[in-house]
């Protein structure tokens, strides 16, 4: 399978506890997104990679937040001092850097806080 | 980004064409119109893009009005793995701009 990986699918965690969620692009793009969605909305921008660097961060992703794409291959969301509120499926896109590229995504981590 | 308007839900009978609207009055001249959908709990799913022309590919067609205010995506033949969200958005893909604003999008319930 060449599509976006992201690890792990499931992850339930107490309030007040780091999490760290993996997205692997497909292997040739450049670009590398994530998203957030909650229970019945479309997924929220977050933030944005162009190879290793982090362009673009929305206004959704707290202090709390932080992502890395080191090699400009993979990246890592970790979430410090989860809230409840953070409850949602984190979803990893990648694409190319050509003007009409498409973004494919992968299959999103769900994320739960209790 | 132009803002999109989609139905909130619509139902089709399996085998039949289903007909997704959406209007984007909106748009500007290099603005695309992308379609997605996303099955129940997965990521979404790219479906087709297109500018002003008519799209179609192994999945759906495209239809842009030649106002480009609306398009429509057709799936020819509804089976029931067609039910999902469908989302309408549009694009600017010139220079920087690259974020995908996601509506509430169309529930498509394919009926047997």
Redesign the interface.
């Known amino acids: 399978d060449t599509g ?1 990986s992201q690890d792990p699918r499931h992850k339930i965690t107490k309030r007040g506890q780091n999490v760290t969620f993996r997205c692997d692009p497909i292997s040739e793009h450049n ?1 590398l ?1 994530w ?1 957030r969605q909650t229970l ?6 977050l933030t ?1 990679f162009q190879n290793e660097a982090q ?2 961060k929305s206004r959704l992703l707290s202090d709390r937040f932080s992502a890395e794409r080191p090699k400009g291959s993979f990246s890592t969301l970790e979430i410090q001092r989860t809230e409840q509120g953070d409850s949602a ?1 984190y ?1 990893c ?1 990648s ?1 190319g850097s050509g ?2 590229d ?7 981590t ?1 994320l739960t806080v209790l | 980004d132009a803002k999109t308007t989609q139905p909130p839900s619509m139902d089709c009978a399996e085998g039949r064409a289903a007909n997704l609207p959406c209007n984007h009055s909106t748009i500007s001249g290099n603005e ?1 119109v ?1 379609w ?1 959908r996303q099955i129940h ?6 479906i087709i ?1 297109g500018l002003k022309n008519n799209e179609t590919n192994e999945m759906a067609s495209l239809i842009i009005t030649e106002d480009r205010k609306s398009s429509t995506l057709i799936l020819p033949h509804a089976t029931l793995r067609d039910t999902a ?1 469908y ?1 309408c958005i549009v694009l600017n ?2 220079g ?1 701009n ?8 169309t529930l498509l319930t394919v009926n047997p």
């Open positions: 976006v670009r997104y998203y019945g909305q479309g997924p929220e921008f944005y362009l673009e499926m979803l896109a694409s003007r009409t498409t973004q494919y995504f992968g299959p999103g769900r | 695309y992308y997605y709990s997965q990521g979404p799913q790219y893009h969200v989302y893909s010139g920087s690259y974020k995908l604003t996601f509506g509430k999008g």
